[in-house]
Structure formats: structure tokens, C-alpha cells
């Protein structure tokens, strides 16, 4: 007879890391107090090589890299972190140019994170020259059921049989060329508000459960505007809504550039 040991159970990790929210050019004291990190300590600002890295701390036994790798397939757990960090994220976007950092970014210590400032000196720099002054705006356009043309009925015989056919043919040209021509509108709505912004990103149509709108995301764009020209873009989008019924177009921001930040591909904040 064999026997199947059962797996010893992982110990807890102890101690407490540093997760990293976004990194700034400067900031205040008073920018920073008063706001909860992720484990709901206040942040703190780490320094190195001209750039402020604002962090907070971040107990493994729930954010170590074991414990994470648990809890990021915990949707509950997931919401909560995402939402604590963006308000992190937001409060410093509020006060000036920030390069978002990863959702779950932890790193060892506070002389980790100065290295990462140093090593990636250059990019995140260039990065926050980019972003100042600008603001990244969202613009979701929804289908309105019932603008599109709708084919008529084709007449014929042939017996009731025939006629269902005809019907579901007529019924999936008329879907067919609804979404055709929503499509068309987005495509046609997201090359105008591009060309008023400094960058513009198509992202993939959110599904309705998560959109909770009632009908299909035909556009999700994300657009990063100058604040000067903040009241063109803003001008151009109800104008694009006027000139295309066939979307309900929504408006979202001022939001952190979410959008607009290379995150490097492969790097682990576990080294």
C-alpha cells in the first residue's frame, strides 16, 4: 500500500514590505497627509535620483509574494486593493504629474525602491514631462437601439415556414447593419477626439456586466488632453454626440494616465 504525503503548509511570511503607488517629481507633506495606503497606514515619500516614489507599507503575511499570488485570485480582495490604490493614486494626480504604478507592485524595502527610482531614471523622467499640464479623459459610446435603419419585411409565399425565414434573414440583416453602422460612428467619433488630444487610446469594449449599462459598448477610448484645451475637447464631444444619435456618448475624468504609462514587461518586484 502507498501512501500520499500531504503537503506541509506554507508558514506566513512576517515583517512588512512596500507597496508602491506612483511616483511623482515632487510632492508636499501636506499633499501626502492624512492618506491611507493600502493596509490603511498613511503613505510616505521615498526619494532617489531627483524622483519621489510614494509608498506605504504593505505586511507580507497579506501582500508577500505567496500571499499575493492567493489573494489576486480573490475578486473581493481584488476590488478593495485596486480601489485603495487609485485613491492613493488619484490624490497625486490631483496635485500634479504621476506615473501610476502596477496594481500589487511590492518591493523589499525602501532602498529597493530608491534603486528602481535610479535605474529607471530616465524613462519615468521623460514619462512625467509627458503627462504634465495633461490629463486623461474617457469617452464611452453606447448603442441606441432603434436609430438605426431597419430593413423591411420582405413580402413572398412559400407558406409560414418561408416566411419565419424570411423574418430571422431580415431581422439578422437589420443586427448586422445596426452594428455595422455603430461601429462606423465609433471609428468616426474616436478619430475626431484624437485628433484634438495629444495621445488617444482604443481599449476593448467592456461587457455589460461590467459596463452595467444596458446596451453594447461600442466605443471605450481614453484620451490624453491638455488641460489648456480642456473645454474644446470637451466642446467637440457633445458636438460628436449631437452628430451621432446612434451613440450615447459618456464623458469620464479627469482620471491618473492610466493609459498613457509604459509598464516594463517583465520586471519582479522580488528581486
Not at 506612483?22 to 492618506?35: D, Q, R
Not at 512625467?128 to 499640464?133: D, V
Given at each position: 500500500?502507498?501512501?500520499?504525503?500531504?503537503?506541509?503548509?506554507?508558514?506566513?511570511?512576517?515583517?512588512?514590505?512596500?507597496?508602491?503607488?506612483?511616483?511623482?517629481?515632487?510632492?508636499?507633506?501636506?499633499?501626502?497627509?492624512?492618506?491611507?495606503?493600502?493596509a490603511g497606514t498613511p503613505v510616505r515619500a521615498v526619494t532617489g535620483a531627483g524622483l519621489v516614489a510614494v509608498v506605504g507599507d504593505a505586511p507580507l503575511a497579506e501582500y508577500g509574494e505567496e500571499a499575493l499570488r492567493r489573494n489576486l485570485e480573490d475578486l473581493g480582495w481584488l476590488e478593495r486593493a485596486a480601489r485603495a490604490h487609485h485613491a492613493v493614486v488619484d490624490a497625486l494626480a490631483r496635485a500634479g504629474a504621476v506615473v501610476p504604478a502596477r496594481l500589487a507592485t511590492v518591493?523589499?524595502?525602501?532602498?529597493?525602491?530608491?534603486?528602481?527610482?535610479?535605474?529607471?531614471?530616465?524613462?519615468?523622467?521623460?514619462?512625467?514631462?509627458?503627462?504634465?499640464?495633461?490629463?486623461?479623459?474617457?469617452?464611452?459610446?453606447?448603442?441606441?437601439?432603434?436609430?438605426?435603419?431597419?430593413?423591411?419585411?420582405?413580402?413572398?409565399?412559400g407558406g409560414a415556414g418561408a416566411a419565419y425565414l424570411r423574418r430571422r434573414r431580415a431581422q439578422l440583416t437589420a443586427r448586422e447593419e445596426g452594428q455595422r453602422i455603430a461601429a462606423d460612428a465609433a471609428a468616426a467619433v474616436h478619430a475626431a477626439l484624437a485628433g484634438h488630444a495629444v495621445a488617444a487610446r482604443r481599449h476593448a469594449p467592456q461587457d455589460r456586466r461590467l459596463s452595467g449599462a444596458a446596451t453594447a459598448m461600442a466605443l471605450n477610448g481614453a484620451y490624453l488632453v491638455d488641460r489648456a484645451g480642456l473645454d474644446g475637447f470637451r466642446a467637440l464631444a457633445g458636438a460628436l454626440a449631437d452628430r451621432h444619435p446612434e451613440l450615447r456618448l459618456e464623458l469620464t475624468g479627469p482620471?491618473?494616465?492610466?493609459?498613457f504609462v509604459t509598464e516594463p514587461a517583465a520586471e519582479s518586484a522580488w528581486p
Amino acid at each position: 500500500m502507498t501512501t500520499t504525503a500531504e503537503p506541509a503548509p506554507v508558514a506566513p511570511e512576517t515583517g512588512s514590505g512596500v507597496w508602491l503607488h506612483g511616483v511623482v517629481a515632487e510632492v508636499a507633506p501636506t499633499t501626502l497627509a492624512g492618506i491611507p495606503g493600502i493596509a490603511g497606514t498613511p503613505v510616505r515619500a521615498v526619494t532617489g535620483a531627483g524622483l519621489v516614489a510614494v509608498v506605504g507599507d504593505a505586511p507580507l503575511a497579506e501582500y508577500g509574494e505567496e500571499a499575493l499570488r492567493r489573494n489576486l485570485e480573490d475578486l473581493g480582495w481584488l476590488e478593495r486593493a485596486a480601489r485603495a490604490h487609485h485613491a492613493v493614486v488619484d490624490a497625486l494626480a490631483r496635485a500634479g504629474a504621476v506615473v501610476p504604478a502596477r496594481l500589487a507592485t511590492v518591493h523589499r524595502d525602501d532602498d529597493r525602491v530608491a534603486r528602481v527610482l535610479a535605474e529607471r531614471h530616465d524613462e519615468l523622467s521623460g514619462t512625467l514631462a509627458r503627462l504634465t499640464g495633461r490629463e486623461e479623459w474617457g469617452v464611452k459610446g453606447y448603442v441606441v437601439p432603434g436609430v438605426t435603419p431597419r430593413t423591411e419585411e420582405p413580402g413572398g409565399g412559400g407558406g409560414a415556414g418561408a416566411a419565419y425565414l424570411r423574418r430571422r434573414r431580415a431581422q439578422l440583416t437589420a443586427r448586422e447593419e445596426g452594428q455595422r453602422i455603430a461601429a462606423d460612428a465609433a471609428a468616426a467619433v474616436h478619430a475626431a477626439l484624437a485628433g484634438h488630444a495629444v495621445a488617444a487610446r482604443r481599449h476593448a469594449p467592456q461587457d455589460r456586466r461590467l459596463s452595467g449599462a444596458a446596451t453594447a459598448m461600442a466605443l471605450n477610448g481614453a484620451y490624453l488632453v491638455d488641460r489648456a484645451g480642456l473645454d474644446g475637447f470637451r466642446a467637440l464631444a457633445g458636438a460628436l454626440a449631437d452628430r451621432h444619435p446612434e451613440l450615447r456618448l459618456e464623458l469620464t475624468g479627469p482620471w491618473p494616465a492610466y493609459s498613457f504609462v509604459t509598464e516594463p514587461a517583465a520586471e519582479s518586484a522580488w528581486p
